[in-house]
Nanobody, 123 residues
Framework: QVQLVESGGGLVQAGGSLRLSCAAS????????MGWFRQAPGEEREFVAT????????YYADSVKGRFTISRDNAKKLVYLQMNSLKPEDTAVYYC????????????????WGQGTQVTVSS
């Protein structure tokens, strides 16, 4: 069982930066690959980024590639999403998720979800 709690969201101007954190509980955290998704109002939840259990492999959605960086600290049971050069279209609730299965771009790949943190980017 893994519980996930996101933090770090807020209001930022376009071009600014935010760092989201996801704190995990559970002794087997390092066994899980992790992902970040986001959901804008009226839209479906979409993939943002994923990282392997070791942190050695990452993958990003085209819309955030080069601007966002996912990382993890297994000793602290934390996953981060560094977001730079933010745009108004990045406004959404951001969710952290954990998975044991391969893949990582699809919601159905993930076993556990956090409650989300709001990110709002003003123009």
């Amino acid at each position: 069982q893994v519980q996930l709690v996101e933090s770090g969201g807020g209001l930022v101007q376009a071009g600014g930066s935010l760092r989201l954190s996801c704190a995990a509980s559970g002794r087997t955290f390092s066994s899980y690959a992790m992902g970040w998704f986001r959901q804008a109002p009226g839209e479906e939840r979409e993939f943002v980024a994923t990282i392997s259990w070791s942190g050695g492999s990452t993958y990003y959605a085209d819309s955030v590639k080069g601007r966002f960086t996912i990382s993890r600290d297994n000793a602290k049971k934390l996953v981060y999403l560094q977001m730079n050069s933010l745009k108004p279209e990045d406004t959404a609730v951001y969710y952290c998720a954990a998975r044991l299965s391969p893949g990582g771009r699809w919601l159905s790949d993930y076993d556990y979800w956090g409650q989300g943190t709001q990110v709002t980017v003003s123009s």
